[in-house]
C-alpha cells in the first residue's frame, strides 16, 4: 500500500482545513488508517484513525470535538476535516496504514510523505 497526502495550506485560526490521503493497492478496505502530527522538534503524535470498515474512529484529546476523520472505500481516500483550527495544531500531518493498528504509531505499515498545516493567530 502506498499513500499520499494532500490539502495542507496556510490557515487563519479558526479556520478549516481537509487533509485527504489517497491510497494505492487492492487492499485498502483492509488497513486501518491513520493521521498523525508532527511539530519540529517534537514526537510523533496521534490524530485520528479509522477502522477498515470506518464503524470505529478513533482521536487525540487535543483534536477531539474539531477534527473527523471519514473513508471511502470505492476512492481509496481517507480524508481529515479539521475545523476550529488553532496555531498550535501547525505541524507536518501524516498519513498512514495498518492491518492491526490503532491508535500507535508503531502499529502502522505504511507511511506517507507529509502535507504541511500552517495555523496563523
Known amino acids: 500500500v502506498q499513500v499520499a497526502e494532500s490539502g495542507g495550506g496556510l490557515v487563519q485560526a479558526g479556520g478549516s482545513l481537509r487533509l485527504s490521503c489517497a491510497a494505492s493497492?487492492?487492499?485498502?478496505?483492509?488497513?486501518?488508517m491513520g493521521w498523525f502530527l508532527q511539530a519540529p522538534g517534537k514526537e510523533r503524535e496521534f490524530v485520528a484513525a479509522i477502522s477498515w470498515s470506518g464503524g470505529r474512529t478513533y482521536y487525540g484529546d487535543s483534536v477531539k470535538g474539531r477534527f473527523t476523520i471519514s473513508r471511502d472505500n470505492a476512492k481509496n481516500t481517507v480524508y481529515l476535516q479539521m475545523n476550529s483550527l488553532k496555531p498550535e495544531d501547525t505541524a507536518v500531518y501524516y498519513c498512514?496504514?495498518?492491518?492491526?493498528?490503532?491508535?500507535?504509531?508503531?502499529?502502522?505499515?505504511?507511511w506517507g510523505q507529509g502535507t504541511q498545516v500552517t495555523v496563523s493567530s
Open positions: 498512514a496504514a495498518g492491518l492491526r493498528a490503532a491508535i500507535n504509531k508503531y502499529d502502522y505499515d505504511y
Open positions: 493497492g487492492r487492499t485498502f478496505s483492509s488497513y486501518t
